[in-house]
Nanobody, 117 residues
């Protein structure tokens, strides 16, 4: 069972930067096919923010393109989300997600990001 632990959330002013980290309990190369970040704002559905495959292919929501960057460190079993030029509308709970080679979905517990105007 893959466990995902997020860290790095917090309170930041608009225009600021923050980096989220997601550490996986098992090797992200051999067990996990792809990883990503989702977010859920109050009263809204959970949405994909960014994703990265084992091959390094990335995918971003239109709302974060050019501002957010997803990356991975296979040696540390960790995926990062670098968030720049943050906006109040980025405020949400951010969840780390992984898809295993067995097609199972794994979720972290979530970390709160609040962007003040």
């Amino acid at each position: 069972q893959v466990q995902l632990v997020e860290s790095g959330g917090g309170l930041v002013q608009a225009g600021g930067s923050l980096r989220l980290s997601c550490a996986a309990s098992e090797g992200i190369i051999f067990v996990i096919k792809a990883m990503g970040w989702y977010r859920q704002a109050p009263g809204k559905q959970r949405e994909l923010v960014a994703a990265i495959t084992n091959g390094g292919k990335t995918n971003y929501a239109d709302s974060v393109k050019g501002r957010f960057t997803i990356s991975r460190d296979n040696a540390k079993n960790t995926v990062y989300l670098q968030m720049n030029s943050l906006k109040p509308e980025d405020t949400a709970v951010y969840y780390c997600h992984a898809t295993g080679w067995n097609s199972n979905d794994y979720w972290g517990q979530g970390t709160q990001l609040t962007v003040s105007s």
